[in-house]
């Protein structure tokens, strides 16, 4: 990617000139994951990669912006999987040394009693204006520290509570630091990019003179993702004061009350602005934690990033400015039909020989392919279209394929077994309908599938889903979602222009048990009578909705779109225009 070695060949200079600018950048983004590109193993799943695109849109747009994160010296798993469908998790062996410029900048955090030395690694990225953002990730493994703490910026979400902890200390307290000895000193803005990154504001607390929380406050943005209360990290005291210290413990208390330490009060008690990630989110999350304080950015992905190829081209030469706002694509609808359906079928053809390579199986190019790719987390329900086999065979026998990818969380047993699920069943009756696993799904991997296949399908327990972003890459290649309406769905579904609903159409922000077997039928019905026939026998009806899914979809879902909302309604900052 021209994008990396560019940054070998400038990444030294421009940050001894960002040394001497910092003053001049305002807003700080933290996330515990950022994902820039395959190469950088420092993300899991949606929020690193939203980060990593966010960042891209604000060097794009010229948005004066710093990030940090954590290093993660062993990546996120390589997912390998056994002919049993058991998930093998291997290790990314990665060399910071060759992405990134290590900093002589040092800073300390105490845990547990010890002084732990932190420092960063600084890597740009350069927007398509020739504008940088620095991105620093920390780093723990230093002579200078006990093998234990050496081990503290490794793993992301590997560990217990108390690795959790210490990380998170590193990421709100040593992350501001280390910004502070760079020369930061004229930021307005801590965007905390999920509850993670909470911490700052005990940092900014000492900074500031210990009890003025209004003026921190001031200084604090807060973006939520999780919808559910058992997705938020949580601390208890007895934790807190063995990893913490007592003074920052009793900060806390201060701060917090008693109880413990919930990472996304501490966001929303201490944040001037706090938004969840979709419409929808918003009102979960206002009846979640009692607040009318919540406002909305819906999420969106980076165009350049995720246009394929042959559609990069088709924009290129009907709509050439929307590499520089892809609202512009909105004009979609004048691409000419075969030029829309040679540069899909390009983009089939190379999952197709993905495919091939990976599992020996050949999937036909004139067969409606359906794709589900998200990480395995049982609430995403990966295997809701095997509720009812028999009908699934019905519907679907020698009219289309499937492709799954995903990984499950190491700990998350439940997930496996839905990789297994869905492994045995392509067994049991790839004869009548072809189904394949693709392994490690990653960046790359989903370049490849939210490009290729017709139509992608998300099926998660409503509202579990915050906004999701897969189906957002899908739409900037003309692939329709079908898809429950959650998240960011809803504001983006048009029935039969922009794709399809599975399942009833949400009511206020309840989170009331429903029939979940609904959804399964509502599926079958759908494929069966509108899908499948769509797809065989009105393929000018088919390009149409390619072309409003690109139109009315991804003009809008997209984070130029995002990064310009923070800009207005959180940051107070204009972004520089062109
Ligand atoms: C986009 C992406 C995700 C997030 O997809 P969702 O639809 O939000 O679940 C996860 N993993 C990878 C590798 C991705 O590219």
Redesign the pocket.
Known sequence: MSVLNYAENISESLLTTFERNAIFRKIAYFSMEI?ISQDLPTYS??LG?LAGDILKSAADLGVPLAAVTLLYRKGYFRQELTEEGDQVERPVEWEPEKLMSRLDNRVSVELEGRTVQVRAWGYVYVGHSGFPLPIYFLDTDLEANSPGDRSLTWELYGGDNRYRLCQEMILGVAGLRILRDLGYNNIKTFHLNEGHAGFISLELTRELGYEDFDKVRDEVIFTTHTPVPAGHDYFPYDLINSVVGESNSNRLRRMLGGGGVSMTELGLNFSRYVNAVSKKHAEVSRKMFGTEKVDYVTNG?HSTTWTCPGFARLYDKYIPAWRNDPSRLIQALQLPDEDIWKAHQAAKMRLFARVLEETGEEFDADVLTIGF???AATY?RADLLFSDVRRLLDVCSGQVQFIFAGKAHPHDKPAKEIIKRIFDLAKEIGAAIPIVFLEN???E??QVL?AGVDVWL?TPIRPR?A?????M?CVHNGVMNFSVLDGWWIEGWIEDVTGWSIGPAPHEADLIEYDEMQDAQDLYNKLEEKVIPTYYSDRRKWIYMMKNTIALNASYFNTHRVVKEYCEKAYGTIFRAH
């Open positions: 994902g799943g949606g990669i992905v790719a998200r990480r995403k799904y990653n960046m991997l989903a939210t998300n889903e906004s999701g972003t897969s189906g890459k």
